[in-house]
T-cell receptor, first 110, second 114 residues
């Protein structure tokens, strides 16, 4: 089983819609999780951290479900500029590794 | 403060050639890493380093060597390039391995191996 798995999408939703995607992880000892955003042909950039109590930043909400070992990202009132690939990140089997999921591609249509 | 810089931006190699991808950071970060990104595969960790003089293998280390003689620099060497190494390579650094929220990526190197 891969250490971090994501639904590759693509998710194609209209502007203004709410969209959510999940990411599962295999290392039950992982403590910290993150969502990155990657625009086409650019480097990934940190979008937000995922805390045990959840994390909200404007239209974006990240949550952690330890029992089922997944993290989620919810985007409300989606904008055209939200079109990107979203990558989840978790520590790997050893604390020294930072492992990325394969990414979920999101496309917002007018 | 330049962040993470990578050179070259683009490179074309012939099978069997060797080359070094350069990566440097000026943020005094302890942790540095190399990823490759292929379509549909996400970012896969090649090698990483938790500090000067210390390196370790990631998920896909075969065909690549690294060294970390200084905190700032973390070059990636392709010993004998193969078409399977055609990819986009990203270097990243973070304060420590335990703080990926401090991780910054370089702009990437696009490598084509013929």
């Amino acid at each position: 089983r891969k250490e971090v798995e994501q639904d590759p999408g693509p998710f194609n939703v209209p502007e203004g819609a709410t969209v959510a995607f999940n990411c599962t992880y295999s290392n039950s000892a992982s403590q910290s999780f993150f969502w990155y955003r990657q625009d086409c042909r650019k480097e990934p950039k940190l979008l937000m951290s995922v805390y045990s109590s959840g994390n909200e930043d404007g239209r974006f909400t990240a949550q952690l479900n330890r029992a089922s070992q997944y993290i989620s990202l919810l985007i409300r009132d989606s904008k055209l500029s939200d079109s990107a690939t979203y990558l989840c990140v978790a520590p790997g089997g050893s604390a020294s590794k930072i492992i990325f999921g394969s990414g979920t591609r999101l496309s917002i249509r007018p | 403060n330049a962040g993470v810089t990578q050179t070259p931006k683009f490179q074309v190699l012939k099978t069997g050639q060797s080359m070094t991808l350069q990566c440097a950071q000026d943020m005094n970060h302890e942790y540095m890493s190399w990823y490759r990104q292929d379509p549909g595969m996400g970012l896969r960790l090649i090698h990483y380093s938790v500090g000067a003089g210390i390196t370790d293998q990631g998920e896909v280390p075969n065909g690549y060597n690294v060294s970390r003689s200084t905190t700032e620099d973390f070059p990636l060497r392709l010993l004998s390039a193969a078409p399977s190494q055609t990819s986009v390579y990203f270097c990243a650094s973070s304060l420590t391995a335990g703080h990926p929220e401090t991780q910054y990526f370089g702009p990437g190197t696009r490598l084509l191996v013929l």
